[in-house]
């Protein structure tokens, strides 16, 4: 592991932008990083798109926190935080507004400097609390929330602004706008696309040095839903056959568990998880992942180690959950329990549920019913219960294998 030496403090203590002249990645990072073995980004072979770089745990990761702490004052907004970001992965950092999420990548950028523990990229120390090497030596692309294209610039100008001396810019920036489903359109000014248009320009431009990590902050806040929706598999696609590693930024969580290979959940400063979206989803580590990853029932129940019994029936306890044995909380996520109509002609049934709320998504309907003891659950309308109403009577079918339990007084974070 090398160790950098501090070269002058970073350019900006902000993220730059084009009206203050600011060079968002200059080009200091001429050089094509092949000899790791990564794939020339945005370079199209023979025959089809070149594979995506394989994420392997093994290898040295692309990015690592090592007790990473940064405060203002006294609000500690980064908290001794650990996190591996391995070579080729999308990461994507997951939490409530505030919790810290802009500050920790401005530390991997190089716009704040850590209070305690370091930040390596490939490898390299690139900031501790003594040292913090200038933003435009890190070999990180970022892309803003808001774009910051140069307005004045064409797109195939602000692609190439970051590798302006290399000799083989215009082949490059060709390259880049064929990846990114701009090609032909170089020659266009950022007022003339669209905002997704312009996103996709934003990410050329932040791919075009090669970097070691591409850092994304809510890159879609501005646009549509429709627009954000779609877009968020373009860019991941793009990044994918780039083979780039990146760290992505976002509070909503059904972002989160659709474009990541791993999602880090973010509470007050510290990682409280980091898992594959499904693991994440099926076995949270705490009550706060578990709720604020999807819609999540917390069931008093008693459990023997192996298995919880419940008001809604048993479930058998999942090989990661947190809690065993005692009373808990069993978690059962609204596809784990399917609201039925009640058989009025079936006089063993007594229905203990009723509906109290419902939520129609197209494809599926989520209805709140109220039961015994005060519990009030999210579940799934069986086809024959999509037309029930409000205080309607329901009978609930257990239909999930296994799920997780929590100790009672658990909150997580
Ligand atoms: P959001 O999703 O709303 O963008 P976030 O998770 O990205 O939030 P940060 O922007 O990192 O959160 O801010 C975390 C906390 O640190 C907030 O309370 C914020 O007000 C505070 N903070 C951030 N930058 C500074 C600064 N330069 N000086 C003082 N406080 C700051």
């Known amino acids: 592991m090398r160790v950098s030496r501090t070269e002058g403090s970073p350019e900006s203590q902000g993220w730059p932008t084009p009206s203050t002249g600011t060079v968002p990645w200059p080009a200091t990072a001429t050089g094509a990083s092949t000899a790791d073995g990564h794939a020339p980004l945005g370079v199209t072979e023979p025959g089809g798109p070149p594979s995506p770089r394989p994420v392997t745990a093994e290898a040295e990761p692309a990015v690592r926190l090592v007790g990473l702490t940064k405060r203002f004052g006294s609000l500690v907004v980064c908290d001794r935080l650990d996190l591996d970001v391995r070579r080729g992965e999308m990461l994507v950092i997951l939490g409530p507004s505030g919790c810290g999420k802009t500050t920790l990548l401005r530390c991997i950028a190089g716009f704040e400097t850590p209070d305690e523990g370091a930040v390596e990229i490939a ?45 083989d810019r215009e082949r490059r920036v060709a390259e880049l706008l064929e990846l990114v489903g701009l090609a032909g359109l170089g020659d266009r000014m950022p007022h003339e696309l669209s905002g997704g248009m312009q996103q996709r320009v934003a990410l050329a431009r932040a791919l075009a040095p090669e970097p070691d990590i591409v850092l994304l902050d809510e890159p879609f806040s501005s646009l549509d839903v429709a627009h954000r929706t779609r877009l968020r598999f373009e860019v991941r696609e793009i990044l994918r056959r780039a083979g780039a590693t990146a760290i992505f930024v976002t509070h909503d969580q059904e972002e989160a568990l659709t474009i990541a290979d791993r999602v880090a959940v973010m509470v007050q400063g510290r990682i409280a998880q980091s898992a594959p ?25 008693d459990l023997d180690g192996r298995v919880a019994r419940t008001p809604v029936g048993q479930i058998a306890l999942a090989a990661g959950s947190p809690h065993r044995l005692g009373h808990g909380l069993v978690l059962f996520r609204p596809e784990q329990l399917q609201a039925e109509p009640v058989d009025a002609s079936d006089g063993r049934v007594v229905p203990r549920w009723r509906i109290v709320g419902r939520r129609f998504a197209g494809s599926e309907i989520l209805l709140e019913v109220a039961g015994p ?30 799920t997780v339990a929590f100790s009672l007084g658990s909150r997580g974070g």
């Not at 501790?128 to 774009?147: H, I, K, M, N």
């Not at 086809?383 to 109403?389: D, F, K, T, V, W």
């Not at 205080?391 to 609930?396: I, Q």
């Open 123 to 167: 490898e390299r120390v690139v900031a501790t609390p003594a040292v913090s090497l200038p933003p435009e030596r890190r070999r990180v692309g970022v892309v803003f929330q808001d774009l910051a294209l140069f307005p004045h610039l064409s797109v195939a100008k602000n692609v190439g602004y970051g590798i302006r001396r290399r000799p």
């Open 277 to 301: 979206p499904e693991v994440l989803y099926e076995t949270p580590a705490n009550p706060f992942v578990a709720t604020f990853v999807g819609i999540a029932n917390l069931v008093p129940g």
């Open 373 to 402: 003891d005060g519990l009030r659950l999210w579940c799934e309308a069986d086809p024959a219960a999509r037309r029930l109403q409000m205080g309607d009577p329901v009978v609930l079918r257990l239909r999930g294998e296994r």
